[in-house]
């Protein structure tokens, strides 16, 4: 089979590097991909939301599936675009439709959803511009802190959590009024404080049936200690070690089987990936909220623990026969260290060389924010291309095995003004 990735992350190279190990595969397409996933499969410059160049790429190269990689692709249709596109309507797409999409691409839509089928989640209210004066006063039957997110897509930063009630009133009327997040947030979900230990639960499902992979915990936060601003996640670990049995088995009667049950009800189509923010609440789970592709980088420690062929699994998800599939775990620990360019998530500099990544032993460097430059011996230069740059990932009997690998990993790897966090899994070896 010759198959195409839309992406160009860490999640996305751990996508090309378990496809690239599947006796099923013929040629492997990354769209755009970055320099880690051109060691595995062929980079093409097209981005993940140019439609039409997608469509003459899939239709040139015979490609006989297409795995979405990020949420923006999927909130903007494509699964839909192939669909209704009589060449395009036979080549399987992994991911949900459009109105699928919009758990993510909505959140006044996802707590709705949630609200409709009796999915434990925080009680909430949803304000506009024109309702700020509203949202205000809401404010203030709140107690400290309060949850403030953009209703649309935000890039992972529409979620402001102030801790007194004036810093709200601001970050409120900066996001309704002076359209703080653009249009993501002309509508602003003000929700309860959930108090707890986050972590992620992962689903495939083919609409009907599903599979439940590994539980992961990733840090969002720049600072140590969890301080500073929220980036796109600065480390994850997999499995999470308060995720037991019983834990597994609340989630999945309480939020799996309402969910996919629900989007049935509802006539909508979605055959890919469920990711589930959770709060675990003194033993129960209550939903903070969905995202409709894999996460990043919890992807990059969830992926390594699959043992199965996972494209025999997407199969299974294009022929709505997942249940007939089986899937096998690793049951070592996963944690991955994210390398993160000087400054971010706030201005940063691209293009720095990247060295000592041949130096990298028993761990895999997946690349998310990279590119490659040909220099005069055409010998390529990896350089940094994002403000997240490298995921180092590592097993490990324990997760501080794991975690000792993957930050002895980190040091080998250099660009100018490398940041990673040195404390990733810290809070879980405290319970």
Do not use: C
């Not at 997608?54 to 923006?72: A, C, F, Q, R, Y």
């Not at 107690?143 to 953009?150: E, I």
């Not at 500073?228 to 939020?255: C, H, R, W, Y």
């Not at 706030?346 to 040909?374: C, R």
């Amino acid at each position: 089979m010759n198959i195409l990735i839309l992406g160009s992350g860490g999640r996305e190279h751990a996508f090309a590097w378990k496809l690239a190990q599947s006796k099923k595969l013929n040629k492997l397409f990354i769209a755009p991909g970055n320099a880690g996933t051109a060691g595995v499969g062929t980079n093409v410059n097209i981005s993940a939301t140019d439609f039409n160049a997608i469509k003459k790429l899939v239709l040139e190269n015979t490609i006989s599936m297409v795995i979405v990689g990020p949420e923006d692709p999927l909130v903007k249709g494509i699964y839909d675009f192939f669909l209704s596109d009589v060449r395009l309507k036979n080549i399987p797409v992994i991911g949900p439709s459009k109105d699928g999409a919009q758990l993510e691409g909505s959140k006044d839509f996802s707590k709705r959803f949630m609200f409709r089928h009796n999915i434990p989640t925080a009680s909430y209210e949803t304000f506009t511009r024109d309702t700020l004066t509203e949202g205000l006063k809401f404010l203030e039957t709140l107690t400290p802190p309060y949850v403030l997110k953009a209703d649309g897509l935000a890039a992972g930063k529409g979620v402001v959590i102030p801790t007194t009630l004036d810093e709200a009133k601001k970050e409120l009327t900066e996001m309704l009024a002076n359209a703080k997040f653009g249009n993501a947030s002309a509508k602003v979900v003000i929700e309860e404080f959930l108090k707890g230990i986050e972590l992620s639960v992962f689903v495939l499902t083919d609409g009907t049936t599903y599979k439940i992979l590994p539980s992961a915990k990733d840090y969002k936060r720049i600072g140590e200690g969890d301080t500073g601003l929220n980036t796109g996640g600065m480390g994850a670990i997999s499995p999470v070690p308060f995720a037991d049995e019983a834990f597994i088995k609340k989630v999945e009667e309480q939020v799996i089987i309402p969910t996919i049950n629900g989007l049935k009800q509802e006539g909508i189509i979605y055959k890919g990936f469920i990711f589930i923010g959770l709060m675990n609440m003194n033993g129960d789970p209550k939903v903070i909220e969905y995202n409709v592709r894999m996460g990043d980088p919890e992807t990059e420690v969830v992926i390594p623990r699959i043992k199965s062929d996972l494209l025999d699994l997407f199969e299974g998800v294009a022929n709505e026969n997942l249940n007939e599939k089986k899937i096998e775990l690793d049951s070592r620990f996963a944690t991955t260290v994210m390398l993160v360019a000087g400054g971010y998530p706030e201005e940063y500099k691209k293009g720095d060389v990247i060295t000592g990544l041949e130096l990298v032993k028993n761990s895999i460097a997946f690349h998310a924010g990279t590119s490659q430059l040909s220099t005069k011996n055409h010998q390529p230069t990896t350089v940094t291309n994002g403000g997240r740059v490298i995921a180092v990932t590592s097993y490990g009997n324990t997760m501080d095995e794991a975690l000792k690998k993957s930050f002895a990993n980190a040091e080998r790897i250099k660009f100018k003004d490398k940041y990673y966090r040195k404390d990733i899994g810290n809070d879980l070896k405290e319970l």
